[in-house]
């Protein structure tokens, strides 16, 4: 078990083997690779495999199937005037501009609204497009990721740790690739989603990422993880029939089993939120039919759009992750 996800999925190069002694039954974490004096932590392995989760059998009530289930949903990106400064913001001539963390807030709201209709307690990390850390931008000019990215997830991370959701969700979407250069448009459309793992050998080296890829370890939520990741990206394969994206070979992730929208990859968000996380990432935002449903904005029934009838972008997306959750705690649908 310890190998198989240590090696498998956390550390595919075994570089934090440097800084571990694995014998049998018991492994020894040193704080560098002398490995010299006490080891800063041991713990011994358990004699049996981890369940990946408790059956919960039939809901109570048939009507609120995600009864006692807690899930967290993070609207990644902070959207509204911060766009520009954290590099999500897309603008064509003069035509209102698409911010991201705006798009991933307005869908982890219908989500929200979906979820609690089953019965789930939800959370989203953030209700309006600003910051959730508390620290001042102006203090960050010069160094914006390190507001914008760093500080930012953390106190997203604080949320987390307090709320101990049974899934934590992460709500973005995706740009491609331009097919003409100068021009920002691509006619390409893609889904990835993500589970934590594939540290390169460069994150191993960082102290702090080595505690929290044993924090993960040690809260054993990567089966869970893998499994929701699945059920998720199938909803929203479904819903969307978006192809998978398909990255050249990498140090920094790669396709964990044979389904091919679910990658391993060590983000900040799923690196330090406590507990089962998977990271959404669907549609191209420079795609021109994704551009113009997204300009549209949110409505009721079907309208036609280049030739096709499409629902709103934000219920498809949003209705797709209701469903996937659904699939998700629902131990009856996952036997189909
Ligand atoms: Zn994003």
Known sequence: MFDTIIAKIYSRDKSIYKYLDVTADAVAIYRDTKKLGEPLFSFKF??????????????????????GIKILLDPGHIGGRYSKMEERHFQWKNEPPLKEGTINLEVAKIVQAGLQKYGASTLLTKRSVT?????????????ETEFYRKHEIRARAKIAQIFKADLNICIHVNAGPKDTPGEPWTRDNR???????????????????????????????HDFELRAAMILSESLRKAT???????????????????????ARNLAANRIFAGPTVYLEPYYINNVTVYKRLQIGDYDGLLEIDGESHKSIY????????????????SEANQE
């Open 241 to 263: 029939d978006l192809l998978p994206v398909d990255y050249a070979p990498s140090p920094y992730h790669f396709r964990v089993n044979e389904n091919l929208f679910v990658y």
């Open 191 to 221: 889904l990835v989603v993500f589970v934590h793992g594939s540290y390169g050998a460069d994150e191993i080296a960082i102290e702090r990422q080595r505690f929290e890829l044993f924090r993960k370890l040690l809260e054993q939520s």
């Open 315 to 330: 219920r498809e997306y949003a209705d797709a992750i209701i469903e996937g959750t659904l699939k998700v705690f629902n």
């Open 131 to 143: 910051p959730v850390t508390r620290k001042d931008p102006l203090d960050f000019i010069g160094r």
């Open 46 to 67: 358990a004699n049996e495999e981890p369940a990946v989760r408790p059956d919960r059998g039939k809901p109570a009530d048939e009507n609120k199937p995600l009864a």
